[in-house]
């Protein structure tokens, strides 16, 4: 299948949103709000918006979007609902932060850890077919999860140590930064795992296309190297950093991620040939 | 109740392609775009015991279909006879019902009626009237058949009675269109 682009970075965009926003709730579940948290929320929202109108582009009749809610089973629908869902708990969030609302943020805060883990579930389940193999399994929406939180948690805590955060909350941030690069890293791995074991072998979707193939520079430099290794090794690093290091470290790991998240998903689409590719 | 299906006789389908041509005239398919292509198997085996035969592929309007489930509109639906179709007026050319299709037999038309998805219809319209798909009525030889499964003097009960069944490969969406064939070894599936 061809890379479909706006799906891709809609993906990519609302996993960065909800890795932040369960920052936000983790920081909101200690007790000990994040510095920059308002900025954060805000940022979240506008990469959900912008990944929702990215999103919009993949269709050939954006006007008629109204007719998503006509089958509430379909996992296109379910993912409307969710990406509404998060859009109005961040925006509340953000609202109570503003407004220092500090009973309401911690709740809102508990909301944002559910819906901020929900919400790349969804995404990758809508996937979920049996038509393809290699998207048919939990392994899926699972690396849509962890590739979020890499993502969420360190460009938050990129945006916390540059708003200056003390000493101990860019403590915790670098280990929630790592815990993230870490998540994204195994969670890919489990998912090209899955491409190795998935039902109807067929060289088009085979693990040696990504192994030693066409897909072996994309696979080894992009998904593996910027993906897996970099953002582990500079959130490690990030750990006993000054603030300005630090922030250095988590923005290169933030950006080697999406790099990364992108060259994954672009083998995503690259290996998600159907059982039978019959005319098109 | 009525079960619509589509029967082919493999053996007796001589690959001329008439089903093709005349699906495009009926449903006036544009450029580029194929509701129904007829594929060539093999030739597979060792000389001089080769085999080859011709593969008529469509949508299969399965049982089960899976471009229906993820259709976030309903615009892909399925009709009470089985014939699956799409609304146009409801589709948003999401494109998930050609993720979802098993056998790339639907495509995202940007020629004609752009945005929305095309796929063979069964010739509804044909079949509402009371007649059968043009791909069953412009065959040449014979080898299309369409009709109710259920009604055991149907010519579709009577061919799938009379000879080994293939269906093409099922990944719980239980395709509908039966292949019929005893001369060749079908290729890549399991028995219906």
């Keep these: 299948m061809s890379v479909q682009w706006p799906l891709l970075l809609f993906s990519v965009l609302l996993g960065t949103s909800s ?3 369960v920052y936000l709730g983790i920081h909101e579940a200690r007790g000990r709000r994040a510095t920059a948290s308002f900025m954060i929320a805000l940022t979240a929202l506008v990469l959900l918006g912008v990944g929702g109108i990215a999103s919009t582009f993949h269709l050939g009749h954006p006007e008629r979007a109204l007719h998503i809610m006509g089958n509430m089973g379909s996992g296109l629908s379910r993912e ?57 399994s939990a392994t899926l929406p699972l690396m849509y999860l962890g590739g979020g939180l890499g ?9 916390a ?4 955060a003390e000493a101990a909350e860019r403590a915790f941030a670098a280990k929630l930064a790592l815990a993230g690069a870490a998540a994204a890293a195994v969670t890919a ?24 193939g066409d897909l072996a520079a994309l ?24 603030a300005k290091r630090m922030l250095a470290y988590v923005s290169g790991a933030f950006v080697c991620l999406l790099a990364g998240s992108v060259a994954l998903r672009v083998i995503m689409y690259a290996v998600a040939t159907s059982v039978q590719q019959l005319i098109y | 109740m009525t079960r619509n299906i589509m029967a ?8 001329c392609h008439s089903c093709a041509v005349v699906c495009k005239q009926e449903n006036n398919v544009g450029l580029g775009t194929f509701y129904n292509k007829v594929l060539t198997i093999g030739p597979t085996g060792t000389y001089p015991d080769l085999e080859m035969y011709y593969l008529p592929v469509a949508c299969q309007h399965c049982d089960n279909p899976q471009c229906v489930d993820v259709c976030p509109t309903g615009a892909s639906y399925q009709r009470e006879d089985g014939i699956v179709l799409v609304d146009h007026s409801k589709c948003i050319g999401c494109q998930y019902c050609v993720m979802a299709c098993p056998y790339g037999v639907r495509t995202y038309d940007e020629s004609r009626d752009k945005g929305v998805i095309e796929k063979c219809t069964l010739c509804a319209h044909l079949v509402d009237a009371g007649e059968v798909p043009a791909c069953v009525r412009h065959c040449p030889g014979q080898a299309r058949f369409f009709g109710d499964l259920d009604d055991p003097d149907s010519d579709v009960s009577k061919l799938v009675t009379a000879k080994a069944n293939h269906k093409l490969t ?3 969406n239980h395709p509908g269109v039966v292949f019929c064939m005893d001369n060749c070894t079908w290729i890549g599936d399991e028995q219906a």
């Excluded at chain 1, 925006?91 to 850890?113: H, Q």
């Excluded at chain 1, 993502?151 to 990129?158: D, P, Q, R, V």
């Design chain 1, 19 to 21: 890795g932040m926003l």
């Design chain 1, 189 to 212: 791995l489990i998912w090209v795992a899955w491409v190795a074991l998935a039902p109807y072998p067929d060289a088009s979707r085979s693990i040696m296309r990504l192994a030693a």
């Design chain 1, 151 to 159: 993502l969420g948690f360190t460009l938050a805590a990129a945006i």
């Design chain 1, 80 to 136: 409307l609902i969710g990406v509404g869902v998060t859009a109005v708990v961040t925006l509340a969030y953000a609202v109570c932060v503003r407004m220092s609302y500090a009973s309401a943020a911690k709740g809102l805060g508990f909301c944002a850890i559910v819906v901020g883990a929900v919400l790349p579930v969804i995404a990758g389940s809508s996937f979920m077919m049996a038509a393809r193999p290699t998207w048919d």
């Design chain 2, 170 to 172: 099922d990944v719980g």
């Design chain 2, 8 to 15: 082919i006789d493999l053996d007796s389908c001589i690959g």
């Design chain 1, 161 to 164: 140590c540059a708003k200056g």
């Design chain 1, 219 to 242: 696979f080894w430099i992009g998904a593996v190297a910027l993906g897996v290794v970099a953002p582990c090794v500079l959130c490690w690093m990030a750990r006993r950093a000054d």
